[in-house]
């Protein structure tokens, strides 16, 4: 089989994966570290939550880490704080210490063995309330009960919606073992959706974060499957003459869009998501993948060779004409698409060095906005403020976040091998 290998990143892509195996323990974890600072952040006070010393997660620490995360918000120190929900506290203070708004609570465990979450939000200059949570959560639900507090903060101080009770996908290798995980948004909290003895590639959530698309080598040779993530089932999507590779969801969670050798040389064709018989989208003499659909699902764009090196183009979802996007550079792969439309980000082989590109579609304006030299798969949050993408740093492979602009990163340190092949999941139904 005629398979190229652009960049870092396998795009047409041989890969394997065994059988779906049980969820294994949670062997990744991952700790978040944060550098930059953005121009205007919003001061905040998180004081330590009353009993959770004696709790399984620290609340106050996870709501932290995920604000100062978004490159939105700046922490001012609360850790000396003994406050709660239960009473107004007294916010001159906070007022000297140059905080906007405070959060308080309290973790209590209850008879039961679940613990009860209780928040609050405060504005620190109008000396006003901004509303309260409560949760009811066994311990496995602790992290996600504290991402679900920082969303609300989030929504209530910028407006919009918060991404941290949403999930991610990557795998990784060690030694001989691949695993794709789905983890928290902050990388933590990892549970193994498969295992391998072979390589593992191109996980794609469905639009309603039910499902991941994936490609596996058990016969041999690439296949596509559609994997279930709360019950482990899958079922067999793309098994055709040749490869079948690069799975990317329509909007509305109907049809893949993939590439296939069955024909020739590697193209795009649609497939309905239970399987069936494919529909050819492309008719080239070069290698057509890596597709992606619009958000609005009208148009698709992939990665093509037919110019003689890899650049993006796009085509009507039903097939067409297509044309070229990328003209900065003379390689570009990887694409993604912010929620609304307005952003590609992809991945740019730069002097040997392989980084990640921001285009605004408007204008056509181009920034690279890391200082790594391996960047690879970039994928937008739900709410398009941040990019994950996998990296290379002190000669391990890891999963960064970082704003649009570049200024605000976050390193996802883990432990359990090389990361590749990350993907954000939809906000939670």
């Given at each position: 089989m005629n398979?190229?290998?652009?960049g870092?990143?396998?795009?047409?892509?041989l890969?394997?994966?065994?059988?779906?195996?049980?969820?294994?323990?949670?062997?990744?974890?991952?700790?978040?570290?944060?550098?930059?600072q953005g121009?205007?952040?919003?001061?905040?006070?998180?004081?330590?939550?009353?009993?959770?010393?004696?709790?399984?997660?620290?609340?106050?620490s996870?709501?932290?880490?995920d604000?100062?995360?978004?490159?939105?918000?700046?922490?001012?120190?609360?850790?000396?704080?003994?406050?709660?929900?239960?009473?107004?506290?007294?916010?001159?203070?906070w007022?000297?210490?140059?905080?906007?708004?405070?959060?308080?609570?309290?973790?209590?465990?209850?008879?039961?063995?679940?613990f009860d979450?209780?928040?609050?939000?405060?504005?620190?200059?109008?000396?006003?309330g901004?509303?309260?949570?409560?949760?009811?959560?066994?311990?496995?639900?602790?992290?996600?009960?504290?991402?679900r507090?920082?969303?609300?903060?989030?929504?209530?101080?910028?407006?919009?919606?918060?991404?941290?009770?949403?999930?991610?996908?990557?795998?990784?290798?060690?030694?001989?073992?691949?695993?794709?995980?789905?983890?928290?948004?902050?990388?933590?909290?990892?549970?193994?959706?498969?295992?391998?003895?072979?390589?593992?590639?191109?996980p794609?959530?469905?639009?309603?974060?039910?499902?991941?698309?994936?490609?596996?080598?058990?016969?041999?040779?690439?296949?596509?499957?559609?994997?279930?993530?709360?019950?482990?089932?899958?079922?067999?999507?793309?098994n055709?003459?040749?490869?079948?590779?690069a799975?990317?969801?329509?909007?509305?969670?109907?049809?893949?869009?993939?590439?296939?050798?069955?024909?020739?040389?590697?193209q795009?064709?649609?497939?309905?998501?239970n399987?069936?018989?494919?529909?050819?989208?492309?008719?080239?003499?070069?290698?057509?993948?890596?597709?992606?659909?619009?958000?609005?699902?009208?148009?698709?764009?992939f990665?093509?060779?037919?110019?003689?090196?890899?650049?993006?183009?796009?085509?009507?979802?039903?097939?067409?004409?297509?044309?070229?996007?990328?003209?900065?550079?003379?390689?570009?792969?990887?694409?993604?698409?912010?929620?609304?439309?307005?952003?590609?980000?992809?991945?740019?082989?730069?002097?040997?060095?392989?980084?990640?590109?921001?285009?605004?579609?408007?204008?056509?304006?181009?920034?690279?906005?890391?200082?790594?030299?391996?960047?690879?798969?970039?994928?937008?949050?739900p709410?398009?403020?941040?990019?994950?993408?996998?990296t290379?740093?002190?000669?391990?492979?890891?999963?960064?976040?970082?704003?649009?602009?570049?200024?605000?990163?976050?390193?996802?340190?883990?432990?359990?091998?090389?990361?590749r092949?990350?993907d954000?999941?939809?906000?939670?139904?």
């Open positions: 398979q190229p290998l652009w870092r990143r396998r795009v047409v892509g890969l394997g994966a065994a059988a779906a195996l049980p969820a294994l323990p949670a062997l990744a974890q991952f700790r978040v570290e944060v550098s930059g121009l205007t952040q919003l001061p905040i006070a998180i004081a330590p939550f009353r009993g959770e010393g004696q709790s399984p997660q620290k609340i106050s996870i709501i932290q880490a604000l100062e995360r978004s490159g939105q918000f700046r922490a001012v120190d609360a850790a000396s704080a003994s406050l709660d929900e239960t009473a107004p506290p007294d916010l001159g203070p007022r000297q210490r140059g905080a906007d708004s405070l959060a308080v609570g309290s973790v209590t465990k209850l008879a039961d063995g679940r979450v209780r928040f609050r939000l405060w504005d620190v200059v109008r000396a006003q901004l509303g309260a949570q409560s949760y009811a959560v066994t311990a496995a639900d602790l992290r996600l009960a504290a991402h507090i920082a969303d609300f903060i989030y929504e209530k101080l910028t407006g919009e919606r918060g991404i941290f009770s949403t999930r991610i996908a990557y795998v990784t290798k060690a030694g001989p073992r691949y695993n794709l995980w789905v983890a928290d948004s902050d990388g933590d909290n990892a549970q193994s959706a498969l295992a391998s003895a072979e390589p593992i590639i191109s794609a959530w469905s639009s309603n974060g039910s499902q991941l698309a994936y490609v596996s080598f058990e016969s041999r040779k690439p296949v596509v499957y559609v994997h279930e993530v709360a019950t482990g089932k899958r079922r067999l999507i793309a055709f003459r040749g490869s079948n590779s799975p990317a969801w329509s909007p509305d969670g109907r049809t893949l869009a993939v590439t296939l050798s069955r024909d020739g040389g590697s795009l064709y649609t497939i309905d998501a399987g069936g018989e494919p529909r050819r989208l492309t008719q080239s003499a070069g290698i057509d993948t890596e597709p992606l659909y619009s958000p609005d699902g009208r148009m698709i764009y990665v093509s060779d037919r110019g003689g090196a890899p650049q993006i183009y796009r085509m009507p979802a039903t097939g067409g004409s297509p044309e070229r996007v990328t003209f900065t550079g003379s390689y570009n792969i990887s694409p993604a698409m912010s929620p609304d439309g307005k952003t590609l980000a992809y991945i740019s082989r730069i002097n040997g060095q392989f980084k990640l590109q921001v285009m605004e579609l408007g204008g056509g304006a181009v920034a690279s906005i890391t200082d790594t030299s391996a960047d690879e798969s970039p994928s937008f949050a709410n398009g403020r941040l990019i994950m993408y996998a290379r740093q002190g000669g391990a492979e890891a999963l960064m976040t970082t704003t649009l602009d570049g200024k605000i990163k976050a390193r996802l340190a883990g432990q359990g091998g090389d990361i092949e990350p954000w999941g939809p906000f939670q139904k």
